[in-house]
T-cell receptor, first 114, second 113 residues
Framework: GESVGLHLPTLSVQEGDNSIINCAYS??????FIWYKQESGKGPQFIID?????DKRQGQRVTVLLNKTVKHLSLQIAATQPGDSAVYFC?????????????FGKGTKLTVNP | ETGVTQSPTHLIKTRGQQVTLRCSSQ?????VSWYQQALGQGPQFIFQ???????GRGNFPPRFSGLQFPNYSSELNVNALELDDSALYLC????????????FGEGSRLTVL
């Protein structure tokens, strides 16, 4: 079964606020995690990734935090915009190298209110 | 646009039939992965091909099979279709098998009646 899960299925925020989407994983040997965004009718879109030798990584308006002690990661979106409305998935690689066995969680639906 | 194209976009089959889905990867990418996404769920990994060889497989029965061609395009074949095979099938390409930065197509929506 899946080892990646999300704490909340839906999240509603006001435009301009910061958003935090959480994800828990159960495989302590996992060392590579990726966040994807999926808009309605489209395929998932890569946002950011992080390997287990890091605890934080920043991109454009996004930050991923990894807490290996409690097996938790989060995606923070700064100054959330209406275009950020989508379903967000965390994924964990259970393979040996990179992407040969990505396991996705069920997703969190983010709604940004104007 | 990701540069990954899938065909057909929609199709309807009956139980027991066979289906072939096709994917053209982004130029320069040698790795293709296939996922099944049921409604309201996250994508589930089916298998990955790296330079024409299967490089990893998820928990799917052998009636799910694939191919990758020398130009790195790919096919997903499903035999003996079952009702539960109804889903969105996503293809993703990447520059290699070490990166989790996958470029997804928009998927093929399969309905099995």
């Amino acid at each position: 079964g899946e080892s990646v899960g999300l704490h909340l299925p839906t999240l509603s925020v006001q435009e301009g606020d910061n958003s935090i989407i959480n994800c828990a994983y159960s495989n302590s040997a996992s060392d590579y995690f990726i966040w994807y965004k999926q808009e309605s009718g489209k395929g998932p879109q890569f946002i950011i990734d992080i390997r287990s030798n890091m605890d934080k990584r920043q991109g454009q308006r996004v930050t991923v935090l990894l807490n290996k002690t409690v097996k938790h990661l989060s995606l923070q979106i700064a100054a959330t915009q209406p275009g950020d409305s989508a379903v967000y998935f965390c994924a964990e690689n259970l393979g040996v190298s990179g992407s040969e066995k990505l396991v996705f969680g069920k997703g969190t639906k983010l709604t940004v209110n104007p | 646009e990701t540069g990954v194209t899938q065909s057909p976009t929609h199709l309807i089959k009956t139980r027991g039939q066979q289906v072939t889905l096709r994917c053209s990867s982004q130029s320069g990418h040698n790795t293709v992965s296939w996922y099944q996404q049921a409604l309201g769920q996250g994508p589930q990994f089916i298998f990955q091909y790296y330079r024409e060889e299967e490089n990893g497989r998820g928990n799917f029965p052998p009636r799910f099979s694939g191919l990758q061609f020398p130009n790195y395009s790919s096919e997903l074949n499903v035999n003996a279709l079952e009702l539960d095979d109804s889903a969105l099938y996503l293809c993703a390409s990447s520059r290699d098998s070490y990166t989790g930065e996958l470029f997804f197509g928009e998927g093929s929506r399969l309905t099995v009646l």
